[in-house]
């Protein structure tokens, strides 16, 4: 069975400090990974996707993440974090199985920004 | 375009009753998913449709049960609420169930 592990559930980093949250996956083939992030008693929204192919990939709001198989590690990174980054975010995997995708979330990191 | 919207925003219900929550898929996108988030969690996968079919399932009982309509947008059917479907329940759009999903705002099911 496929899961997400987000080992931290809070961090806390300065506005302009570089930012990277943890995303550890368990899946027996090359999955469908994602990064999403969640305001407040609000939807989610995609930030960036990696299907195959460069293992760096670039996402919205100059997030980047890279997939390293050998570690299956999904990590988001920001080299400077604004304040209205503060949210909640989540690593998700998906994979294609018997004809539709299951996506499984991983439980969350909330992002504090200080000044 | 118009992206994923859902309704109503809020419900309150009492233990016991039936609740339909609906939501309208992104222009274009013929896929629906449905999860389940209570609070301080991640989403839990309910059940995805696509082309009016439900193909996929996740670990909630049948009182959990939805609809999909040529429009491609969909209804999530809850039956004999318990205390713990409290929780904000999002609504997933896609092409073709291996694409991306984009999400709506959700719904916040309050049970009593």
Redesign the interface.
């Given at each position: 069975a496929q899961s997400?592990t987000q080992p931290d559930i809070h961090i806390t980093v300065s506005e302009g400090a570089s930012l990277e949250l943890r995303c550890n996956y368990s899946y027996g083939a090359t999955p469908?990974l994602?990064w999403?992030v969640q305001s407040p008693?609000?939807?989610?929204?995609?930030l960036l996707?990696y299907f195959s192919g460069d293992t760096l990939v670039q996402g919205i709001k100059g997030f980047e993440a890279e997939f390293k198989r050998s570690q299956s590690s999904f990590n988001l990174r920001k080299p400077s974090v604004h304040w209205s980054d503060a949210a909640e975010y989540?690593c998700?995997v998906g994979s294609?199985?018997?004809?539709?995708?299951?996506?499984?979330?991983?439980?969350?990191t909330k992002l504090q920004v200080i000044p | 375009e118009t992206g994923?919207t859902?309704s109503p925003t809020h419900l309150i219900k009492t233990r016991g009753q039936q609740v339909t929550l609906r939501c309208s898929s992104q222009s274009g996108h013929n896929t629906v998913?449905w999860?389940q988030q209570a609070l301080?969690?991640?989403?839990?996968?309910i059940f995805?449709y696509?082309r009016e079919e439900e193909?996929?399932r996740?670990n909630f009982p049948p009182r959990f049960s939805g609809l999909q309509f040529p429009n491609y947008s969909s209804e999530l059917n809850v039956n004999a609420l318990e205390l713990d479907d409290s929780a904000l329940y999002?609504c997933?759009s896609?092409l073709p169930?291996?694409?991306?999903?984009?999400?709506?705002?959700?719904t916040?099911l309050t049970v009593t």
């Open positions: 997400v469908y994602f999403y008693g609000q939807g989610l929204q995609l996707k989540f998700a294609p199985s018997g004809g539709y995708q299951k996506v499984t979330f991983g439980t969350g | 994923v859902q998913s999860y301080g969690q991640g989403p839990q996968f995805q696509y193909n996929g996740g999002l997933a896609s169930p291996g694409y991306e999903q984009y999400f709506g705002p959700g916040r």
